[in-house]
């Protein structure tokens, strides 16, 4: 597995993540096997097999979550510059066509999240943006198509 690189603050909502699915969810979804068990014939026991899915789908995002932290690369956030774009940057970009302003701050894959404003160093704007200062125009091309976009701002 390749070396993920996150905040501090990702770092930390993983490990919290981890410390619920062991602590609270895995022993509740124990106490679902464990009673619906005791409920007689496994071989038709729509609950026993629910809830054996249910700690296979667990167990499955736990070791996912496990292996996204044993490769974890912590950036150090006083370190990063605004002169170019990089990750942890906030970019404010116009859209060259109708004029729309998004603000986007770039994160790790794990970090991303839309709703946030929060888009992930892999993405195809990303990427395009990396290394570019304020003022360029950037053509990217995107899914939908080629977009070009502006520079505004730069800021951490």
Excluded: C, H, W
Excluded at 4 to 16: E, F, N, R, V
Excluded at 110 to 126: D, F, M, R, Y
């Amino acid at each position: 597995m390749a070396a993920s690189y996150m905040t501090k603050d990702g770092y930390d909502k993983i490990l919290a993540e981890i410390n619920y699915l062991e602590t609270v969810k895995r022993p509740e979804i124990s106490a679902q096997i464990a009673e619906a068990r005791d409920k007689g014939d496994l071989s038709e026991n729509a609950e026993y097999d629910a809830a054996k899915e249910a700690q296979g789908i667990m167990e499955a995002k736990l070791a996912q979550l496990k292996g996204l932290i044993s490769n974890a690369r912590l950036i150090d956030e006083s370190r990063v510059k605004t002169d170019e774009v990089q990750i942890l940057n906030k970019v404010k970009i116009k859209n060259t066509k109708n004029n729309a302003v998004m603000t986007y701050t770039l994160v790790s894959d794990s970090e991303a999240n839309l709703k946030e404003g929060k888009i992930s160093v892999s993405t195809p704007i990303a990427q395009g943006l990396m290394g570019k200062k304020v003022g360029d125009v950037v053509e990217i091309r995107v899914p939908s198509g080629l977009m070009t976009f502006e520079i505004m701002d730069i800021s951490i």
